[in-house]
């Protein structure tokens, strides 16, 4: 190094610039050429055949083409994402494993739950989004009403009404749903919007939640949506209104986000963040999202999606009146 400085302190302008511009080209393809030590897994926070499910592993998929790393996928099901980002949360800080979820089940649990879960939200390294949800509920297409409050009027005449629910933030709109209206409702928890579509079809529940997974069944004539669940209307079904729409102050507004152990190393964040920047753009992932949520890739990047979950806790606490 002695040697290299005196060589630079004795060189013409023009020289060391060239040096520099010659060291910076040979730092930069080391930096992009990481990859994992070994096998690079993605694991799910929901059971296999649900949108989020869907998405993860075509995301998977484009990835491990793109960037040539060996990566598998593994569904990791419990609470709606809690189980799944409790374990990464306690891994040792190696860029192995990332975590893709759903945004609300964590931040109602953040909220309601603070003190008895095994982490923070500052206990990940954030790397993206794929794409925000667009939630409906649905039913039978011989379900006996066709709105959320011919719904609230037929469990009220029939004294309850079996209502599935795959994450704890649907739980808790129906509960909102349940005390504002005064209607007792029979909650049936599944693994998540797949086992949900099949419970409906299978005449065990009436209706339930679906973030997407109703679609073929909806334009096979078998389902029919109830209400959305967002802040604003479906843009798919602008016609339906949603549970604000029907006098119930409560919504939720989910995003399919990615994680990983808080501490993990730098130059690997910056290559996993950007290998799933790169996956969002191809055709692939843009037509199975629009397949399978009706919605575009969205990523918001590692300190955008930080910063869609800081101001999710917020607004969980003011939408639960906390």
């Known amino acids: 190094m002695n040697i290299l400085k005196t060589l630079l302190s004795k060189a013409s302008p023009v020289l060391v610039a060239g040096a520099i511009s010659m060291m910076l080209f040979i730092a930069g393809p080391a930096a992009a050429a990481w990859k994992p030590d070994g096998t690079l897994t993605l694991q799910i926070g929901f059971g296999a055949g649900g949108s989020t499910d869907t998405l993860g592993r075509v995301l998977a998929k484009v990835m491990k083409e793109q960037t040539g790393w060996n990566i598998i996928v593994e569904n990791k099901t419990g609470g709606g994402g809690i189980a799944m980002f409790t374990g990464i949360?306690?891994?040792?800080?190696?860029?192995?494993?990332?975590?893709?979820?759903?945004?609300?089940?964590?931040?109602?649990?953040?909220?309601?739950?603070?003190?008895?879960?095994?982490?923070?939200?500052?206990?990940?390294?954030?790397?993206?989004?794929?794409?925000?949800?667009?939630?409906?509920?649905?039913?039978?297409?011989?379900?006996?009403?066709?709105?959320?409050?011919?719904?609230?009027?037929?469990?009220?005449?029939?004294?309850?009404?079996?209502?599935?629910?795959?994450?704890?933030?649907?739980?808790?709109?129906?509960?909102?749903?349940?005390?504002?209206?005064?209607?007792?409702?029979?909650?049936?928890?599944?693994?998540g919007g797949a086992e949900t579509m099949k419970l409906i079809l299978g005449g065990q529940v009436m209706v339930g939640f679906s973030s997407g997974e109703h679609f073929p069944h909806a334009e096979a004539g078998k389902m029919k949506i109830i209400a959305g669940a967002n802040a604003k209307r479906l843009s798919y079904a602008p016609g339906v209104g949603t549970f604000v729409d029907a006098g119930i102050n409560a919504y939720v507004d989910p995003w399919y986000y990615l994680a990983t152990t808080k501490g993990s190393d730098a130059v690997a964040l910056n290559a996993i963040s950007k290998a799933i920047g790169n996956a969002l753009k191809a055709p692939e992932m843009k037509e199975i999202a629009r397949n399978t949520i009706k919605n575009d890739p969205l990523n918001l990047g590692p300190s955008g999606t930080r910063k869609m979950m800081v101001d999710g806790v917020s607004n969980v606490r003011i939408l639960f009146g906390q």
């Open 89 to 191: 949360a306690k891994m040792p800080p190696r860029g192995k494993v990332i975590g893709l979820g759903v945004n609300m089940p964590v931040l109602v649990n953040l909220v309601r739950r603070q003190n008895e879960l095994a982490f923070k939200l500052d206990s990940f390294d954030y790397l993206g989004t794929i794409s925000k949800a667009e939630l409906a509920l649905v039913a039978a297409s011989d379900a006996p009403f066709d709105d959320l409050p011919g719904m609230i009027a037929y469990a009220k005449q029939q004294g309850t009404l079996a209502v599935a629910f795959g994450a704890p933030p649907q739980k808790l709109l129906i509960d909102v749903a349940a005390i504002e209206t005064d209607t007792n409702f029979n909650l049936v928890t599944t693994k």
